[in-house]
């Protein structure tokens, strides 16, 4: 349970290293490498659950005390390092913008509500997928570790496999994804007949989230410059928002209904995010601020 409790002030402070990653490649990478550099950018929270996760779980079995003392504070002065040789940051390539500049645009406003509820469900399953873990098959920490990394392993996945749809149409991509999300994480945490298949169904939702969170932010970067930059902002402070509705929402459906009512309640929030942004028919001579 602490395993899995523990990733909510965690998911915090990674939550604001992928702002400005995500930032990064808005405002830095060329246009002709920029999916490739957002893709890099996002894969750096899931491999760093690939091999933190498993190195916390083998700690944790002696002291949990152990784990939070040795592996963030190495990697912290190992991180620090590497920035403090980093060069001068080059320019932005487009001036900040008003955040209400981007929200004027009606597709920017239902791609931004759909991300916070896509991330809404996707933090409630990673704050109690460990705490499901053991409790209905007596994973020990390390085991648990291992099986967090999968789910991680196929994130990076997703993400890797879908960036080669970064530039088509995202909308379909985004309501496809999320209801996979949406059906997957229901029967997870609602049918628990095995770990083997438990373990298959969270490696299912990673690898949807992995990609969705791609296309995604993929789009935002397509959008003109005008409400680019404001709108990646307010993107990515849907990750470090959905902690917080995530973990309360999963965790008040965990305390009232047990884990089919908290499927339930992840389950409605993919759905929502899926029905946002369903394919649309855009009226003649309609103006919006969209993608270049």
Same mark, same amino acid.
Request: proline share 5%; aromatic share 10%; net charge positive.
């Given at each position: 349970?602490?395993?899995a409790?523990?990733?909510?002030p ?30 890099? +950018? ?7 659950? !690939?091999?933190?996760?498993?190195? !916390? ?21 190992? +991180?620090?390092?590497?920035? %403090? ?15 209400? &500049? ?11 509500a ?8 996707w933090?409630? #399953? ?10 209905? @098959?007596?994973?020990?920490a ?7 990394? !999968?789910? +991680?392993?196929? @994130? ?12 088509t ?14 059906a ?7 049918? *628990?007949?095995?770990?083997?298949? #438990? &373990?298959?169904?969270?490696?299912? %939702? ?6 969705? %969170?791609?296309?995604s932010?993929? @789009? ?7 409400? *680019? ?5 307010? *993107? ?9 509705t995530?973990?309360?929402? +999963? ?14 309640? !992840?389950?409605v929030?993919?759905?929502? %995010? ?5 394919? *649309? ?12």
């Amino acid at each position: 349970m602490l395993l899995a409790m523990s990733q909510v002030p965690v998911g915090a402070g990674i939550g604001i290293l992928t702002t400005a990653g995500t930032l990064a490649a808005a405002e830095w990478a060329p246009p002709d490498y920029r999916s490739i550099v957002l893709s890099r +950018a996002l894969i750096g929270q899931p491999f760093a659950w !690939i091999v933190g996760m498993p190195l !916390i779980g083998v700690a944790g079995e002696a002291s949990w005390r152990y784990a939070w003392l040795a592996f963030p504070l190495l990697a912290a002065v190992l +991180a620090a390092a590497a920035v %403090a040789k980093r060069r001068e940051a080059a320019p932005a390539l487009s001036a900040p913008t008003q955040l209400r &500049t981007a929200l004027a645009a009606p597709e920017v406003r239902r791609w931004l509500a759909a991300d916070v509820l896509a991330n809404t469900g996707w933090a409630g #399953t990673l704050v109690y997928a460990g705490a499901l873990f053991v409790q209905s @098959y007596g994973t020990s920490a390390g085991v648990t570790g291992m099986l967090l990394a !999968i789910g +991680a392993g196929a @994130y990076v996945v997703g993400n890797r496999a879908l960036r080669r749809f970064a530039d088509t149409e995202p909308w379909p991509w985004l309501m496809g994804l999320a209801l996979q999300l949406a059906a997957a994480v229901f029967v997870f945490w609602s049918f *628990r007949s095995s770990l083997a298949l #438990t &373990t298959a169904l969270f490696a299912a %939702a990673a690898f949807a989230a992995g990609g969705r %969170a791609l296309l995604s932010s993929a @789009y935002g970067l397509s959008l003109a410059p005008e409400v *680019r930059s404001g709108a990646m902002a307010m *993107r990515s402070a849907t990750m470090q928002f959905g902690y917080f509705t995530g973990s309360l929402a +999963a965790g008040t459906a965990l305390a009232l209904g047990g884990y089919p009512a908290l499927g339930t309640t !992840i389950g409605v929030f993919f759905l929502g %995010a899926a029905l946002v942004v369903r394919p *649309r028919v855009v009226p003649v001579g309609a103006t919006a601020l969209g993608p270049r």
